[in-house]
DNA sequence: TATTTTTGATAAATCCTTTTAGCAAGATTC
DNA sequence: GAATCTTGCTAAAAGGATTTATCAAAAATA
């Protein structure tokens, strides 16, 4: 019953005006369109009176622009990726934008069919951790002028706004570091994946690896479905079969988190058996005894980046050819006691 | 260039024939209103090849309903809350339902301001994690016939539907555990808050001690900026004020995992010299070692139920009173080995 | 043959804005 | 006094759909 809202039709006909006067004076157009000051101050108090507030949807259609961003990842309940969201929505809603979010399971299909029903909802621009076999709905999506940016990963074989971290880089700083600590038989232990972060923080390890004339001993764990497949049990088994390993470089904490399962289970004693390094720093490796070493990944700047590219090219008035590539770089938080050598 | 999306009009232009009629195709009511199976065909051939969609901003305008559900949480980078997104996520979208997250870190002011925002953006329903003195602005948001879910926690004065989980009868078995494992001298470890949750759980936990005649003690947190303040030495000093303590209530997870920190620094053993149980079970929980015990939340259940009530408040015609309320049992696991006694 | 029914479609209103083009009255200019 | 400018405001189109009311032609009935 109160559910019919007050449209601009209801203000002009309650004060016997034409909505387009309403209009202007909403839009502070008053002065540029010569509304009498009078007019407009009567115009501004009614409006506060009766409490209106111009549909969203209807201003959308119009003006062809919804005011709301895409935001799409692998899973959002992921600690990482929850965290971002978190971060970017501040910015997001202090500049009158919306945030959709949506969860594609890296599963390509998924991704392709989530954006297709946001185009439809005419949804202004997507932030979007990439899939394997997306590019060309990346593409499409450029060629249609929506505003896009990748981050996390990204897709080198088209030329799209991204905003990713230094993962080879970092990877060679952990690696590096376990080497000055003495450790001679480094294992990496990550996921069979064609993602471009992966693969870069393999690169890095390997370059540590063989810039100091060490042997590379990489276990690879299947992508899906981790939990259920018992990887814990299976790093357990690695380690078992590698026993001369001295140290360790997890590229995600989920890995890291299964590893010290496995690790405890054989009871390997950290940092004296074995020296472990992660990459993505989680809450839990300052709290577990003894604190692990990991590499983080900067949210704040992530966060802060994607919006500022964001903003940038949804802004953008097509004239000039928009650009946003950003790389960041990570933060090395070694936890070991600073003495320990091994 | 592609920019320019095809409408309804240019279908029906292209073709020959009304948009009337096109509009009745698409809407599967081609039957229904007449429209021969010759021109019916024609047209759902020809809406295929050029792939036109319709606009979702347009629909909604016309129809007065937009298909998005606003995730109104405390914080969305909490787990809990992060996870329940996910789920609620899947079932949404196999609905049609798009979902727009935001935070309220617990602020009135800033709960009031997201919601007045989102009125304005037609969206059909809110799922909401009330903040203290919101009473007001959620009776507003029933009388204006929204869709309206509250969980977590619930508003006692008024008549909204919500989703829940059974917390008084939930710490006061756990509270019960610790009793049974011969513990005299148990903490329950809270936050300061008015929140009807953290009220139930204090509940339970005094129901439990009063009944078997043992002193309660509770020690309460400041609710906000718990990191920074230090929660985990504030924790180290309550405990060495209270050495006799021999178990140890959590009444959430965060604050487990800062006083497993100050237990750490105070080299208490547990079990042997307190025996440990917290509120919201997490994962790090089984990593810990020892294993935590922990109540876990139905976060399948509380999703479903979520979207349940959800779409069956937003299926309402407005002829029945709306009705949804929810309480879900917890699990409680008990994770020292079973013969565990003081 | 005249009338009624059925068939197959459509015109136009509506949802709520924004914005272009234009209009009448008063003020200036020559 | 006639022509031009300003001022203050508005009509109407557009944006993309849904839906009610209506209509002409063909078929059925009387």
Redesign the pocket.
Known sequence: MAKK?T???DIAKSLG?????V??I??GKAKE????EE?TLKVEEYIKEVGYK??HL??S???GKSKVIVFMVEDISNQFFASIARKIEEKAYKNGYKIIYCSTDNDPEKAKALIDTFKVRSVDGFIITPTPALESTVLELLEEEFAVLLFDRWIPSIDCSYVVVENEKSAFEATSHLIQNGCKNIGFITVESDQIQMIDRLKGYSYAMESNGLKKNVFMLPFHNLSELGASSKIQQYLQKNSELDGIFFATNYLAFEGLQALNSLKKRIPEDVLLVSFDDHYFFTLFQPNISAIEQPLESIAEKLMEGMLMLLEDDGSSKPDFKVTLPNILHIRESSDYKK
Request: glycine letters at 0%; a positive charge; aromatic letters at 4%.
């Open positions: 809202k449209s601009i039709k005006i034409s909505i387009t006067t209009s202007f909403l839009n369109k010569r509304i009498s007019l111009p549909s209807a201003q259609l119009r003006l």
